[in-house]
C-alpha cells in the first residue's frame, strides 16, 4: 500500500550520527583547531541541497586613535549631529552559500542469524566507527584544503637547529607584519616536530583548549606547535600554519538509517552526505604552509 513502504521498516539515525560526528571530530580531527574546533553539520538534508549557509562579515574593526573631546562634539552645538567616538561603521552579517564539493557514503548489512551481538549495541558500535572514518575524510579534506588556500609558502632546505630556528622567526616577523589578530598555531610532520621539541628554545606552555592527556602542547617562537601524520600532507609539505578558527567545515547527512533487507535477515545499515570547507577571503592570508626546498637543477 502507498505510503507503507512496503512493510520495509525504516530507522533513521541522522540526529544520532550527527552528534557523533561533532563529538568525534572535537577529538580526533588534527585540523580542527583551524575550524573553530568543529564540524558544522545539518541532519535531514534533501538530496537537492547543494549549499551550506554560514554567517559571514568582511567588514574590518575600525580602531581610532583618538577620543574626540571637543566642546562642540556631542555637546553644545554639536548635540544630537555629532558623536565623540567618531564615524560609526555599521556591521552586517551576511548568509552565503557555499557549494558543497565532496560527498561520502556508507552501505553494511547486518545478519540476525550471523551477527553474534546484540542488534542495537551492534547499531551503536557501527556508528561510532562510521563516524570515526568519516572524520578522517574531513581531516584529509581539511589538510587538503588548507594546502589550497594557503596565501604564502616557506621553503625549508634542511631540518636542524639554525634552520628551523630561521623558518619560526621568518614566520613570525611574517603573521607580525600582518597585524594578525588570534592564537598561532603550527600542524607541523613528525620530523620536524621532533626538531622543534629537542631545539633549546622549545618550551611547553599550558593551554586549557589541549585536548591531551597531560593538557601540555609546545609553543615555539610564538606559535603552538601540533605534530600530525605525514600522510596528512600533500607532496613536499612540511607544515601548515594559521590563526585559529579562520575556516569553517561543514557536512551535510541525507541518510543515516537501517531498512529491512529482502537479501537477508538483518537490515541494511546505511548512510550518506555531502561535506565541504569554506574561508573567508581576507583570512587566507592568514595561512601559510613550509615545503622542503626544490633543488636547483
Do not use: C
Not at 574593526?61 to 560609526?88: A, C, L, Q
Not at 612540511?238 to 538509517?257: D, E, H
Request: hydrophobic share 35%; net charge negative.
Amino acid at each position: 500500500m502507498a505510503g507503507e513502504n512496503n512493510n520495509q521498516n525504516v530507522r533513521s539515525y541522522q540526529k544520532q550520527f550527527k552528534e557523533l560526528l561533532q563529538a568525534v571530530y572535537q577529538k580526533q580531527a588534527y585540523f580542527r583547531e583551524f575550524f573553530g574546533g568543529g564540524v558544522e553539520a545539518l541532519d535531514g538534508v534533501t538530496h537537492n541541497q547543494t549549499a551550506f549557509s554560514v554567517k559571514t562579515s568582511d567588514i574590518p574593526v575600525v580602531i581610532r586613535d583618538e577620543y574626540n573631546k571637543g566642546e562642540n562634539v556631542g555637546f553644545g552645538t554639536g548635540t544630537g549631529n555629532s558623536t565623540r567616538f567618531g564615524p560609526r561603521q555599521e556591521i552586517i552579517y551576511t548568509d552565503t552559500d557555499v557549494p558543497y564539493t565532496w560527498e561520502w557514503s556508507w552501505h553494511e548489512g547486518i545478519d540476525r542469524h550471523t551477527v553474534n551481538n546484540d542488534f542495537q549495541a551492534t547499531i551503536a558500535d557501527r556508528s561510532e566507527l562510521q563516524a570515526q572514518a568519516k572524520v578522517q575524510m574531513f581531516d584529509d579534506h581539511g589538510g587538503l584544503f588548507i594546502s589550497s588556500v594557503a596565501d604564502q609558502t616557506f621553503e625549508l632546505a634542511t631540518i636542524n637547529d639554525d634552520a628551523v630556528l630561521e623558518l619560526f622567526n621568518n614566520l613570525s616577523a611574517a603573521y607580525t607584519n600582518l597585524e594578525a589578530i588570534g592564537t598561532r598555531m603550527a600542524w607541523v610532520k613528525p620530523e620536524l616536530y621532533n626538531a622543534i621539541v629537542d631545539h633549546p628554545l622549545a618550551t611547553s606552555a599550558k593551554k586549557s583548549s589541549a585536548n591531551v592527556d597531560e593538557n601540555n602542547i609546545l609553543k615555539f617562537k610564538t606559535f603552538f606547535i601540533k605534530e600530525v601524520p605525514e600522510h596528512k600532507f600533500q607532496d613536499g609539505e612540511l607544515a601548515y600554519t594559521s590563526i585559529v578558527n579562520v575556516g569553517k567545515q561543514f557536512t551535510g547527512i541525507n541518510t543515516a538509517r537501517t531498512i529491512e533487507s529482502e537479501d537477508f535477515d538483518g537490515v541494511a545499515f546505511q548512510g550518506a552526505g555531502k561535506a565541504g570547507e569554506y574561508i573567508l577571503p581576507a583570512n587566507k592570508k592568514a595561512v601559510m604552509k613550509v615545503v622542503e626546498e626544490t633543488p636547483e637543477g
